[in-house]
Nanobody, 126 residues
Framework: QVQLVESGGGLVQAGGSLRLSCAAS????????MGWFRQAPGKEREFVAV????????YYGDSVSGRFTISRDNAKNTVYLQMNSLKPEDTAVYYC???????????????????WGQGTQVTVSS
C-alpha cells in the first residue's frame, strides 16, 4: 500500500501562484511514476502532469503546459506541482496519484493509477 497526502491548496486570485505538495509513504519502492489530476464540479477527472520516479521524464496536460511545473524530491518521497498564471478555470480539487507500471502514451488515463490522495481544493477567483 502507498499512502499519499496532498497539501498546499487554497484560494488565490487569477494570475497568482500556488505550490502543491504530495508526500508518499508506505510501499513507495514500487512507484514508477507520480502524477496530478484535477476534477472540477460536474466534470471528469482531468490529467494535469506526471513525472517518472526514475529518470524524471515529465508530461503535461495541454491545458496547463507552460504554466505548471511538476518536480520531485526522491529523498523525501514527495512530488510538487508549481502552478503559475492561474486562471479561474483551474479551480478544482487536485489529486495526487501513483502508478507502479509503465505505459508510454497512457499517462492521462486515471484508471491506470494505483493509489490516490484525498485531494486538495484550489480555487482561483477572477
Amino acid at each position: 500500500q502507498v499512502q499519499l497526502v496532498e497539501s498546499g491548496g487554497g484560494l488565490v486570485q487569477a494570475g497568482g501562484s500556488l505550490r502543491l505538495s504530495c508526500a508518499a509513504s508506505g510501499r513507495t519502492f514500487s512507484t514508477y511514476a507520480m502524477g496530478w489530476f484535477r476534477q472540477a464540479p460536474g466534470k471528469e477527472r482531468e490529467f494535469v502532469a506526471v513525472i517518472r520516479w526514475s529518470g524524471g521524464s515529465i508530461y503535461y496536460g495541454d491545458s496547463v503546459s507552460g504554466r505548471f511545473t511538476i518536480s520531485r524530491d526522491n529523498a523525501k518521497n514527495t512530488v510538487y506541482l508549481q502552478m503559475n498564471s492561474l486562471k479561474p478555470e483551474d479551480t478544482a480539487v487536485y489529486y495526487c496519484a501513483t502508478r507502479e507500471r509503465p505505459g508510454l502514451g497512457t499517462w492521462d488515463i486515471a484508471r491506470l493509477y494505483d493509489y490516490w490522495g484525498q485531494g486538495t481544493q484550489v480555487t482561483v477567483s477572477s
